[in-house]
């Protein structure tokens, strides 16, 4: 017997050993046949992964050779600028890994380039799922979870641009000190147990070295893998596909299609991310140098992902503070943390809002275009509004400088922005998707403009056109359904205020909502006169 029949015969003795004592053979063909979609969108959600799987690599790559002290020393390092400067052992490191381990810099600006692009993925992700709707029933929990995981990626780039303790990491923590402190009663408390003393302390990068290679780690792998088990237990999210043209199959079978498409869609990420950290250099620590907790440094900005909490505390008016109760009250530090955390738990808690308001317990699998829901779509906007305002005005600094303004007129304006932009976001938004549902219905009933004007017998000039293909009739129509009903009251009818609330936020959500148009299987095909498949005008050869 050869020694490849040899070894075949062994991995099937294996296999037929494990699968008697496991019985995964019959889980794994099932997940073998499930099929995954292939739309361009759904891969936002892998991009966020194979991020994950970067930064697993290279940081486990990093902690060889960072040492998470903040033990002061004279630097000794190749970088001739600051020999001699008294830095943490933190930077130190920091400094080596990037001029004295091979290929330090490059692993070290990989790892930080993935962070970026793994949040940039992730919060995109929840974009899509937001507008297209794929958070409704059954999938309610794994939008907290995704969203979950989208906080934690947040706090794991915080803890983590936060290690090399120079001047720009130094500044992100004196805010975080700040805000700490803020907490009446147990403020100072909880800064002293941080920070390890008074500010900057002598324990804070010990402990978030713990916290971004342990903890929160540990947490986003357990999340992703019941996110990844939800997914296969509620099967994939489509878009509308109608059934003369494909049926269900929306993509590939897990195996072997979508596996090998996965795996080189993983080295195309992997290799990107290290091409744009071999050309695009990110956080020159040594030109920050290290951090002094004297000055403050001008136009310091954290990572994008991290920049709206700096803003909102930007845009708060100075001075907003009251003494009560022997304390003192840093309105202008816990309003802007209060309202973040409100903000945040709207979005985590949005599909159980919608799921009451609208009364909709069904099951949906299939996506909905963001025109079809107008009301969700302008709030979603309104939210992207609000969050790009707080982004910047964490650079508020740098517009005044670069623009040649005022800072105080740069803060009038975002705080002016801040409050009347996502009402305008959310009018304009909703207009146009009830303008596009319009144009949806109008094609469902005359069929597709050509800008191809006639002259009838009669002498009227009329715009001839085209019959809608099955594929754009099927697009175009409304979701299935529609809203379910919801109690109004009556005329000198009381009912109870949770009722009365519930019933004005569902006709709010859906009182300019179009309904399917009340049209034959052949929708559009021969109105207004229509094109026959020959070119001609049917209405000039009397076709009715």
């Known amino acids: 017997m050869t020694g490849a029949a040899r070894g075949s015969r062994f991995t099937s003795a294996a296999a037929h050993y494990l699968d008697e004592r496991t019985k995964l053979a019959g889980a794994v063909r099932g997940l073998a046949r499930k099929v995954f979609p292939d739309h361009w969108s759904f891969l936002l959600g892998e991009i966020a992964l194979y991020c994950f799987v970067v930064l697993l690599i290279t940081g486990t790559f990093l902690t060889f050779f960072f040492q998470a002290s903040m033990e002061e020393l004279a630097y000794a390092g190749p970088y001739v600028p600051l020999k001699g400067v008294e830095m943490s052992a933190a930077l130190a490191s920091t400094l080596d890994i990037s001029f004295s381990v091979r290929g330090g810099l490059l692993i070290r600006q990989t790892h930080h380039w993935a962070a970026l692009l793994m949040n940039a993925a992730i919060g995109l992700h929840l974009l899509r799922v937001f507008f297209t709707g794929a958070f409704r029933k059954p999938r ?24 090399p303790d120079d001047t720009l990491s130094g500044n992100g923590l004196r805010i975080a000190d700040g805000v700490a402190k803020s907490i009446p009663v147990v403020g100072t408390y909880t800064s002293f147990l941080l920070f390890g003393g008074e500010f900057p302390g002598t324990a804070i990068v010990g402990r978030l070295y713990a916290l971004h290679i342990l903890l929160i780690p540990a947490v986003m792998l357990a999340l992703i893998a019941v996110h990844l088990v939800f997914v296969v237990l509620h099967k994939h999210t489509q878009y509308r596909v109608p059934g003369a043209t494909g049926g269900n199959v929306v993509g590939y079978p897990l195996l072997p299609v979508y596996a090998a498409k996965a795996g080189g869609f993983f080295f195309i990420v992997f290799g990107v991310i290290v091409l744009i950290a071999a050309v695009v250099g990110i956080n020159p620590v040594w030109a920050y140098g290290p951090y002094d907790p004297s000055p403050v440094s001008a136009g310091t900005q954290p990572d994008w992902y991290i920049g709206f909490v700096d803003g909102i505390l930007r845009l708060v008016p100075s001075g907003w503070e009251t003494e009560w109760l022997g304390l003192t009250w840093s309105w202008n530090m816990l309003v802007p943390v209060l309202v973040l955390l409100g903000f945040l738990g709207l979005v985590a808690a949005y599909p159980f809002l919608e799921s009451w308001i609208t009364g909709d317990q069904r099951e949906h699998h299939v996506l909905v275009r963001p025109r079809n829901a107008p009301a969700r779509t302008g709030l979603g906007v309104a939210g992207v509004i609000f969050y790009a305002v707080l982004w910047a005005a964490a650079s508020s600094d740098l517009i005044a400088t670069h623009f040649q303004l005022s800072i105080e007129g740069v803060l009038l304006a975002l705080q002016l922005a801040l409050v009347l932009g996502p009402i305008a976001g959310y009018a304009v938004t909703k207009r146009v998707c009830l303008g596009l549902q319009h144009r949806d219905r109008a094609e469902l009933v005359h069929g ?50 949770r009722t009365r609330l519930r019933a004005a936020l569902a006709h709010w959500f859906f009182s300019d909502r179009l309904v399917e148009p009340e049209v034959g299987p052949e929708v559009g095909s021969e109105v207004g006169p229509a094109l026959d498949p020959e070119g001609g005008d049917a209405a000039h050869r009397g076709i009715p």
């Open 448 to 497: 597709r403009e050509t800008g191809q004007v006639v002259r009838l017998p009669g002498g009227a000039y009329v715009e001839r056109h085209a019959a809608l293909s099955p594929d754009e009739r099927w697009r175009r129509l409304p979701e299935p359904g529609g809203p379910q009903v919801i109690r109004v009251p009556r005329v000198g009818e009381h009912l109870a205020g």
């Open 140 to 163: 309610e929990l794994n939008w907290v979870i995704g969203f979950v995981l989208f906080v934690l990626a947040i706090a794991e780039g915080f803890t983590g641009y936060s290690l």
